[in-house]
């Protein structure tokens, strides 16, 4: 599998939300499953969060090196029954790059099967850049970004900090001796902490 895939250095944003406990925040990753003849076979997308979702939520995902971000918006989950790990490790057994990756995705709780919104006016310029590769077959390169269950647009993704009960602050990084990222929201006083493992390259 092609390493794509931007490396975080240490960086912050802060969302003003409506709910005092903040929207739910999760990982998500988009991974070509590559056959033993090096084709993608599939391209699942999954969303990993600590709360279990209430019902249809849109996620938009946030990349780049530091604040502000790029936002890419957005991203559906409709059917909120969790998955189970190891049946999708089971589906796509024969690349052994996924099995890695997947198995070494930690701080989740649920997992569950994401879309591209079909929204498409919804969608940010680095949505559409993304789609456009994923449309690809011949495009093995993963995506990986920490998300937020709010539909943003380009001028929302601002820079800032604050640790008040209606704003989440994301800070990224690279552990370089354990070769992971890791992702940490804070929202009041309460602490959300994601992390994998860099793609295989």
């Known amino acids: 599998m092609k390493k794509i895939y931007a490396c975080f250095l240490w960086s912050a944003l802060s969302f003003s939300c409506a709910a005092t406990d903040g929207p739910t925040v999760g990982l998500l990753e988009q991974i070509p499953v590559i056959d033993q003849e090096y084709k993608v076979a599939a391209r699942p997308i999954y969303i990993f969060t600590k709360k279990r979702l209430a019902g249809p939520t849109l996620f938009t995902g946030m990349i780049g090196n530091y604040a ?3 936002p890419v918006c ?4 409709i059917d909120t029954s969790p998955l189970e790990l190891m049946q999708e490790i089971k589906k796509y ?3 052994e790059d996924f099995v890695r990756h997947m198995k070494g995705i930690k701080g989740y709780t649920y997992m569950y099967s994401a879309l591209a ?3 498409r006016s919804k969608w940010t310029s680095m949505m559409s850049t993304i789609m456009r590769k994923s449309a690809n077959p011949d495009d093995g390169s993963p995506f990986s970004a920490p998300v937020l269950a709010e539909a943003l647009s380009n001028t929302q993704m601002l820079p800032g900090a604050g ?3 209606e704003r989440t602050v994301l800070r990224t990084r690279y552990d370089k001796q354990s070769d992971r990222m890791i992702f940490t929201f804070q929202q009041g006083t309460q602490k959300i902490e994601f992390s994998e493992p860099t793609f295989a390259h």
């Open 68 to 70: 502000p971000f790029t």
């Open 163 to 165: 640790h008040g009960p």
């Open 93 to 95: 057994s024969y690349d």
């Open 74 to 77: 957005c991203y559906s989950v």
């Open 117 to 119: 919104s079909k929204d």
